[in-house]
Each structure stands twice: as structure tokens, then as C-alpha cells.
């Protein structure tokens, strides 16, 4: 009775018309001869939070980590397609990957911060940017914003280390906020956490979106429905579904996309 | 059902675990006797010739006047100007083939070529540097060709043991210094280096404190065995502790010998202060982490 | 985790074609008691009441526990949100067919009322209409769903017929007006059953196509029907 679904939409229609800030056309990525993403259309939008679902192995975290280059550090890597930041083409000619990084930060799913201070952690890439003016300003407001200052602002020059996993990880959260990034991109953020730093970690998500874009990686469905604005479902390495959460989890315009977030495979 | 375990096997295990438990106990303590009892009976040797006089004087054909102090002074120079030249490079080599290296064909020939340079045998260095630093590039029998020769030899144990110390590094802090708008040399100077110091520190120790002991290529390269100064520039000839311990161990008098156990003592003096040394940094820069 | 998540909507479908057969089983017996003339049907009816109440509370827990533990989505979220709605309309269509009990109950105890329309008539569309829609929900078939829709408009027909047929009945000859009165009672509750299936037959299109088609019925059939 409805008509077949087409090319599975790459833009899903935005209430508050935000504008795109990251777009992939046609992206196709293999390390050596494995494919890992096939012909993957799909737009970001700014200042909305984006969620990338999927079972193991679709290609999700490859996908990210192609949003900031950080493929280039893996051998044998191919890419074909375009991935645009406001328009720029990220690996056209001239362009520095270090320039990218510094616009489109990352969240790792163990937290890492560095050996070192908490104050260390969060001052360190803004000074090796060259930033010298303020940097306790900043350090403060980056760990206000990651909701973290109030639990360190006592202890700034201990290690890092001796924070709880949650700690750790909305204390890489704050790093990542230093750099004043436009994007940050989270790969299954929340997955070495317990539920209450979890449930922080979502909280502090809504706040950061209306300031930043966030794309966000999770195997966890609950938290994408919870926490996202748009949800994009992959399998195999190829875009399936994208379109707002809400519409992808009440009724979902693919069976497959339906069978996965009921929880039928993957 | 009857239970898995056989009634009574649970006590042969703990015997036989009790067993294992004593051998490497008895083992332990052997070695360490061992090492006990020569240090004891060379500390009991030599002490009796152990003073001022004998660390500030020349070797003399009369042992009440034989010193040490050209040998102690050319171990000394020669182990500074080995550490000068080896450390840089081999520190640099490592981190150049871990980080920035690639994983392919050739970084597995150089991997292996390494490590069988390590395990040549020390003569065949003192013959390389003999051609090559003494006559080669002219330097004649100086300290500054012993210590390059030196360098040569311990260059492959410093680059493998430092080379393991980075690769320790968590892959993880990389990736996080990365994402974080860093350079790769950014990211190993500031995170990979400070992180991989201690391991790198411990492998320095050890490939100086072989150089210090090794005898065979300063033969070679020429050092001499009866030396009555010190060196007062790297272009000036000079002997070596374990030379001179040898060299009074080969005279059929008894009083050389002892000397040349107060010799050791002095070898074995200096091995300690310099390991201490490393003990303090290693301990220092792991303690203040929070830099 | 899927696997507790089937079996539970396994239990819970059973549990609802139960509810189901309980409320077709009761309309049977009113309308036969009705029709036929058979007292003894009636006792039946009204005492069948407590076990559609028990049943519906039954399905409605059921329907909690699943919401609460497993936290479902997509088709599975609607079609919990169906079977609590359709537990809902079958609960009322069980208290309807008491309701015509009642009205038998009356009519059979006194003399039989000529009627302008065979309520049979009326009774037998219901019936069908009630079994379709079940039928529907229990294979996702929309067609079957629109076709209640449709019919229903029938229903609403007979039932003005009725209407009008007892009104001059009772116009020309007053003894008959109590009669009548219960007779068209009777009537409108079979009409109002006929509305309670055209509600569950459009919960079963919301379960199919995600849409809720409540307040535009109209729209959608003229879609269906103008289709090529």
C-alpha cells in the first residue's frame, strides 16, 4: 500500500532547518581488499546530535574516524568519494589533516586520558596549538562544561589517573572541548561505563548540542533514542536508514532497519 | 555422580606445587650465594690495598706503589664519550623505526639485521673499529675511537631495548594526542617518549654497563696496558679498568693479585654508582607524572 | 534477549484471541437470545461478564510487563499500543452485548414485536464485522480492516431503517411503544458494537503502516479506492 521506500534518504527533514555540516557523497572505504564502507551517502546537521547505529562490524567506527582523518594512520587504506566541512572537500589537496583534528575533535570508547595532571590533560592541546593567553580560563571552562569541575576543581594538579572511569571519561570529554572544536565525534563513549556516568555523560550531551554538533557511535539502541535528534542505521557498510530518531524507532521505513531495533539480529 | 576430583589427588598437587616452590627457592638463593661469595672473597683480597694512594696513583712494577688511577680515568672518559655518541642514536633509531617507520618488508630485515648484530661477539667489533676509527679515519688508539667502537657495540641493545620501550606506550594515548590536533612528533615527544623513559632508561643501564666490562675490542683497537697518565683530551691514548685488572692478574705475583682484586672492587663500585643513578631518574620522572 | 521478548508477544497474542472469542462467544449468545427468543441464553451472558473482566485485566498486565522489561520499538511498541487498545474496544463490546442481553431479556418476556427491519440482519453484519476485525489484527491485513471500515456505513443504515420502522410503529399503535423502545435499544447497541470493530480495525492499520488513520478514514479510503 505505500510505495516502496527510494534510495534511503540522506537528509531527513529538519523541523528547525538546521544546515548541513558534514557530508559524505558516495563514500566507499576498504582496508586492503575488505570493504568496510560501500557508496555511503549521508548528511550531518549542526548542532544537532547525530547517532550511528548498527551490529558489529557494519562499519560505524570506520566511518567516524574517516569524519576527522583519523584513517590516515592505518595502512592499506582506500577511499573513494568525497567527505565535505562546511562545503570543503576534508582530503582535497593542501588540506592538513592537523588543521581537520582541530576542528572535528574525538571521544574514544576507553577513556584515555594522558599520564599526567588533570590540568595537564586539558591544557595540553590547546598549548601545543600555540594558545598561551588564559589557559586556567579555559582549562575551568572546558571542565565546566564537561560537568567535571566541581568533583576536580580541588584537585587540578593530581593524576588523572586516580579519577573513576566516568571521571576519566567526561575528563576526555573536556580535552576534546579545549580544542573549541565545531564537531565531536564519540565512538561508543558510554560502553566501558556504569549506568549512572552513563546517564551523566547523555545529560551533558544535550547541553553540548547547542554548541557544538556531536556524532556518536553506540551499540547501545536505547541510548540512541534516547539521546539523538537523527539516527543513521548501517549494515554491512552500507547506509540502510537515516532519518530523525523518533520516526526510525516508532516506524521505521525499512523492514531490516525495524528487525535491528527491535533487537531481532545484531 | 562421583565428584571429579579424585580423593586425595588434591594433596599430591599441593607436594608437588610445595616442590616447585622450594627448587626455585634453592635455585634463588645458590645464585645469590654464589655471587655472594665471590664478592666477599674479592672485597677480602683487595680491601687491604684499597686507599687514597691506590686510586690516585699509577701501575708500577712495585705493587706498594701501583694505583689506579689512569685505568679509573679512562673507563671513566671512555664510558662518557660512549654514552655521548650511542645514546642519541640509538634513542633516535628506535623512535624513528617504531613511529615512523612502516610495518613492511624492509622494517622486518632491519628488525632482524638488529638483532643479530646485538649478539656478535665483541671482538669482531674491536676489529670494525680497529680499521675504521684507528686507521680508517685516523684516530690512532684514542679514547675517542674506543668509546666509537663501544658505541658500535652497544648500539643494537639500545635501539631493541628502547624500541620495546615504545612499543609499551598504549596505542591509546597515541590515537588520544592525535585526535587532539598533534603532529606525530608532537605526539611522541610530549606522551610516547616520557611514557617509554623508564624502559628506555633501564635499557641504556644495561648496554653501559656491558661496555664498561668489555675488554676484548679496547685490545683491539689498542688500548694500552701500562699507562702512566690520564687522558687529558678524547685524542689521547689511554687503558681501561678491566685491562688493568687483567694485566695485573696475569703476573705471577701474589701482591697483583690482590691488586687485582681491588681493581674489581673499583669496577664493581662504579657499575653500582652508575646504576643507582639510573634508579633515581627512572624513579623521578616516574613519580612525577603530573608534569 | 530477543528470544524472552518473542515469547512474551507469543503469550500475549493467545492472550488477546482469547479476549477475543470470549467477547464474539457473548455477542452470539445476546443476539441468539434475542433473535430466538431464548431466555435461557441470557443467565449465560450475564454471567460470562466476569471472565471478559478477568481476561482483560490479564492482557493489560501482560502488556505492562513487556513495556516495562523489554522496552520494545518500532512494530513491536505498536503493536503493544494496539493490543491495549483493542483490549479496551472488546471490553466495551463484551458490556454491549450484556446491555442487549438485558434488552432480550425484556422482549423475550413479553410478546413478539412485528420489526420493520430483521434484526438478525443487523446482528449478522456485526458478527462479521467484530470476527474481521480480529482476524485482521491477528494477520496484519489491512484489507480485511478497510473492508470493516467500510461496512460499517451499512450498519449505520439498518439502524436509521429501524429507526424510522419503530417510530411509526410506535406512532400508530401506543401498546407497542415499551416494546419498541427495548427493541430499538437493542439496536443501537448492535450499532454501537459496529463502531467498536471499525475502532479496532483501524488500531490493526495503525499496527501495519504506522499511521494513525483515526479522524481521516474518509481521506484514506478515497486513496485506496482511487488507486489505479
Keep these: 500500500m505505500v510505495t516502496p521506500s527510494p534510495q534511503p534518504t540522506a537528509r531527513a527533514a529538519d523541523a528547525a532547518g538546521s544546515p548541513t555540516i558534514i557530508q559524505a557523497h558516495d563514500l566507499s572505504i576498504s582496508y586492503g581488499t575488505a570493504p568496510a564502507i560501500r557508496n555511503l551517502s549521508l548528511e550531518i546537521s549542526e548542532n544537532r546530535i547525530t547517532s550511528i547505529i548498527g551490529p558489529s562490524g557494519c562499519g560505524k567506527s570506520t566511518l567516524i574516524r574517516a569524519f576527522n582523518r583519523m584513517n590516515d594512520f592505518i595502512p592499506n587504506v582506500r577511499m573513494e568519494g568525497v567527505i565535505e566541512y562546511r562545503g570543503a572537500n576534508l582530503y582535497g589537496p593542501g588540506v592538513d589533516p592537523v588543521d581537520v583534528r582541530l576542528r572535528i575533535g574525538m571521544v574514544f570508547q576507553k577513556p584515555n586520558p594522558f599520564p599526567k595532571s588533570i590540568f595537564k590533560n586539558v591544557s595540553w592541546g590547546p598549548s601545543i596549538n600555540g594558545h598561551r593567553s588564559d589557559v586556567d580560563g579555559l582549562v575551568e571552562e572546558s571542565l565546566r562544561r564537561a560537568a567535571l569541575w566541581d568533583e576536580v576543581k580541588d584537585r587540578l594538579r593530581d593524576s588523572a589517573l586516580g579519577l573513576s572511569g566516568g571521571q576519566q571519561q567526561r575528563l576526555c570529554i573536556a580535552r576534546a572541548l579545549a580544542m573549541q572544536p565545531d564537531v565531536i565525534l564519540m565512538d561508543e563513549p558510554c560502553s566501558a561505563l556504569d549506568p549512572v556516568s552513563t546517564s551523566r555523560i547523555e545529560d551533558l550531551l544535550f547541553e553540548l548540542k547547542k554548541q557544538y554538533t556531536i556524532v556518536i557511535v553506540t551499540h547501545n539502541m536505547q541510548q540512541a533514542a534516547r539521546v539523538s535528534d537523527f539516527t543513521a542505521f548501517l549494515d554491512a557498510g552500507k547506509l540502510i536508514e537515516f532519518g530523525d530518531t523518533e520516526t526510525l524507532f516508532t516506524r521505521p521505513k525499512e523492514k531490516r532497519t525495524g528487525d535491528y531495533v527491535m533487537g531481532r539480529f545484531g | ?291 | 534477549m530477543s528470544k524472552h521478548l518473542l515469547r512474551d508477544l507469543d503469550i500475549l497474542k493467545r492472550e488477546i484471541l482469547t479476549m477475543g472469542s470470549l467477547v464474539e462467544e457473548q455477542i452470539n449468545k445476546a443476539i441468539r437470545a434475542l433473535v430466538d427468543r431464548r431466555p435461557d441464553l441470557i443467565a449465560e451472558v450475564l454471567d460470562g461478564d466476569e471472565k471478559i473482566d478477568q481476561t482483560e485485566v490479564a492482557v493489560e498486565e501482560s502488556c505492562l510487563k513487556i513495556l516495562a522489561l523489554h522496552q520494545p520499538v518500532a512494530q513491536d511498541l505498536r503493536f503493544i499500543i494496539t493490543v491495549l487498545k483493542v483490549n479496551n474496544d472488546l471490553e466495551r463490546i463484551g458490556d454491549l452485548a450484556i446491555n442487549i442481553a438485558k434488552r432480550a431479556k425484556y422482549l423475550c418476556a413479553h410478546e413478539p414485536l412485528p420489526m420493520p427491519i430483521k434484526i438478525a440482519d443487523i446482528a449478522e453484519t456485526v458478527s462479521a464485522m467484530v470476527r474481521s476485525s480480529l482476524d485482521a489484527l491477528v494477520n496484519g491485513d489491512t484489507k480485511t480492516a478497510m473492508w470493516v471500515c467500510q461496512i460499517d456505513d451499512q450498519v449505520d443504515d439498518l439502524n436509521k431503517k429501524m429507526f424510522i420502522g419503530l417510530q411509526s410503529l410506535m406512532q400508530k399503535d401506543s401498546k407497542t411503544i415499551p416494546r419498541a423502545i427495548n427493541a430499538l435499544s437493542a439496536s443501537r447497541h448492535l450499532e454501537r458494537i459496529a463502531d467498536q470493530a471499525t475502532n479496532i480495525a483501524e488500531d490493526v492499520i495503525f499496527l501495519v503502516e504506522g499511521e494513525i488513520v483515526r479522524h481521516r478514514m474518509d481521506d484514506l479510503m478515497e486513496t485506496v479506492n482511487g488507486a489505479p
Design chain 2, 1 to 291: 555422580m562421583a565428584h571429579p576430583a579424585k580423593a586425595g589427588a588434591l594433596g599430591a598437587r599441593r607436594r608437588r606445587a610445595a616442590l616447585f616452590v622450594a627448587t626455585c627457592r634453592l635455585f634463588t638463593w645458590l645464585a645469590v650465594v654464589l655471587l655472594g661469595v665471590l664478592i666477599l672473597h674479592v672485597t677480602r683480597e683487595g680491601i687491604g690495598w684499597l686507599d687514597g694512594g691506590f686510586l690516585s696513583s699509577y701501575p708500577s712494577r712495585f705493587a706498594e706503589k701501583a694505583g689506579i688511577k689512569s685505568a679509573l680515568f679512562g673507563t671513566l672518559w671512555l664510558t662518557s664519550l660512549t654514552a655521548l655518541f650511542s645514546i642519541p642514536v640509538g634513542v633516535a633509531a628506535a623512535i624513528y623505526l617504531e613511529e615512523f617507520g612502516g610495518r613492511g618488508k624492509l622494517s622486518a630485515f632491519i628488525d632482524i639485521n638488529i638483532a643479530n648484530l646485538a649478539g656478535v661477539p665483541s671482538i669482531v667489533y674491536g676489529i670494525l673499529g680497529l680499521a675504521i676509527f684507528v686507521r680508517w679515519f685516523s684516530l690512532q688508539r684514542s679514547v675517542l675511537a674506543g668509546a666509537l667502537t663501544m658505541s658500535l657495540l652497544i648500539l643494537p641493545v639500545i635501539i631493541m631495548s628502547s624500541r620495546e620501550a615504545i612499543r609499551a606506550v598504549p596505542h591509546s594515548i597515541r590515537q588520544a594526542a592525535l585526535a587532539l590536533g598533534a603532529t606525530p612528533w608532537q605526539t611522541v615527544r610530549y606522551h610516547v617518549l616520557p611514557a617509554a623513559l623508564p624502559g628506555i632508561l633501564t635499557g641504556l643501564i644495561l648496554a653501559l654497563s656491558r661496555a664498561i666490562g668489555e675488554t676484548a675490542p679496547l685490545i683491539m683497537i689498542g688500548a694500552l696496558t701500562y699507562v702512566a697518565f690520564v687522558p687529558s683530551g678524547p685524542m689521547d691514548a689511554f687503558t681501561a679498568l678491566p685491562i688493568q685488572i687483567f694485566n695485573w692478574a696475569s703476573r705471577p705475583q701474589a701482591e697483583f693479585h690482590q691488586l687485582a682484586a681491588a681493581g674489581i672492587v673499583v669496577l664493581l663500585a662504579v657499575l653500582l654508582i652508575m646504576n643507582a643513578a639510573a634508579i633515581i631518574i627512572r624513579h623521578r620522572s616516574q613519580r612525577d607524572r603530573a608534569w
